[in-house]
């Protein structure tokens, strides 16, 4: 009998356990991929929306020569080098449209390459 209680009680305690774990795992929320071609003097696509809150990764891919991406008031910047690849990993804490600006010269038409993001509820 006394062997019996003591099985019942571990099984009990296990699947709570098991299912507080399960619930925790599953509440997490996979980041937004979102790819971005960087060349010569353009973002594409130039404008992106972003959910508040959700984790986003965008994979910012250069063909020609090394670029950054910089978003001061979020407090992000990444530099893309010359034929490569980049990420920037980040949860947008806050609403609004953001502009993101080349902060590698690349060249004449440095100064108007932008990426606008907006981020919403």
Same mark, same amino acid.
């Given at each position: 009998m006394?062997?019996?209680l003591v099985y019942f009680a571990t099984s009990t305690v296990l699947l709570?356990?098991?299912? /507080?774990?399960?619930? #925790?795992g599953g509440s997490q929320v996979a980041p937004r991929? &979102? =790819?971005?071609?960087?060349?010569?003097?353009a973002y594409s696509p130039a404008e992106i929306t972003v959910k508040?809150?959700?984790?986003?990764?965008?994979? /910012?891919?250069? %063909?020609?020569v090394a670029?950054? /991406?910089?978003? #001061? =008031?979020l407090n992000q910047d990444v530099? &893309? %080098?010359?034929k490569g690849t980049a990420e920037m990993r980040f949860t947008p804490d806050k609403t609004g449209d953001f502009v993101g600006h080349c902060s590698v010269f690349c060249g004449s038409g440095h100064g108007t390459m932008t990426l606008t993001m907006h981020v919403v509820e």
């Amino acid at each position: 009998m006394k062997r019996r209680l003591v099985y019942f009680a571990t099984s009990t305690v296990l699947l709570f356990a098991s299912a /507080l774990f399960v619930h #925790r795992g599953g509440s997490q929320v996979a980041p937004r991929r &979102i =790819e971005v071609t960087v060349t010569r003097f353009a973002y594409s696509p130039a404008e992106i929306t972003v959910k508040k809150n959700q984790p986003v990764v965008l994979v /910012l891919n250069s %063909p020609d020569v090394a670029h950054g /991406l910089k978003f #001061r =008031e979020l407090n992000q910047d990444v530099k &893309i %080098p010359a034929k490569g690849t980049a990420e920037m990993r980040f949860t947008p804490d806050k609403t609004g449209d953001f502009v993101g600006h080349c902060s590698v010269f690349c060249g004449s038409g440095h100064g108007t390459m932008t990426l606008t993001m907006h981020v919403v509820e």
